[in-house]
Each structure stands twice: as C-alpha cells, then as structure tokens.
Nanobody
C-alpha cells in the first residue's frame, strides 16, 4: 500500500509562490514515477507535472510550463512542486500521485492540499 501525504498549500496573492511537498510511505520510492494533478471546483482533474524515477526527466502541463517546477528527493521519499508567478486560475486542490511504471494510469493518490490564489 502506497500512502501519499501532501502539505504546503495555503492562501497566496497573485504573483506569489508556494512549495508543495508530498511524502510517501513506500520503501522503494526511487522506483516510482511521481506526479501532481489539480482540480478546481466544477472542473475536471488536470495534469500539472510528473517526474521520473531519478528526477532526470520532468513533464508539465501547458498551463504551468515555465512557472512550476517538480523535483524529488529520493533519500527523503519526497516529491516537491515549486509554484511561482501564481495566478488566480491556479486555485485548486492539488493531488500527489504515484505509479510504478513510466506509462499508464496513476493508481496511488494523496488526499490533496488546497491552494488558493487571490487577485
């Protein structure tokens, strides 16, 4: 069983920054792809970013490219999402997710952390 716990959400003004963290319980963290998704009220869940096992490859949704950075620390079983130049449309619940392979569905999800960006 893979448990994911997000933290770091909160209220920030437009143009500000936040860093989300996601700690996992899995002992083989370095063998998992990690990702972030978000869901705003009334909208579908949206892909934000993903990172491969070693951190050498990262992927971003179009709406966050150039503003968000995903990274991981395999020694701490933690993945991060650095969010800069935040916009009101970034307001959403942000979810950490994990999968064992490089492709396919994301079977493991955290409970989410709220990010609210005020204008």
């Amino acid at each position: 069983q893979v448990q994911l716990v997000e933290s770091g959400g909160g209220l920030v003004q437009a143009g500000g920054s936040l860093r989300l963290s996601c700690v996992t319980s899995v002992s083989t963290f370095s063998s998992y792809y990690m990702g972030w998704f978000r869901q705003a009220p009334g909208k579908e869940r949206e892909f934000v970013a993903a990172i491969n096992w070693s951190g050498s490859s990262t992927y971003y949704g179009d709406s966050v490219k150039g503003r968000f950075t995903i990274s991981r620390d395999n020694a701490k079983n933690t993945v991060y999402l650095e969010m800069n130049t935040l916009k009101p449309e970034d307001t959403a619940v942000y979810y950490c997710t994990a999968r064992a392979g490089g492709f396919g569905a994301w079977p493991y999800w955290g409970q989410g952390t709220q990010v609210t960006v005020s204008s």
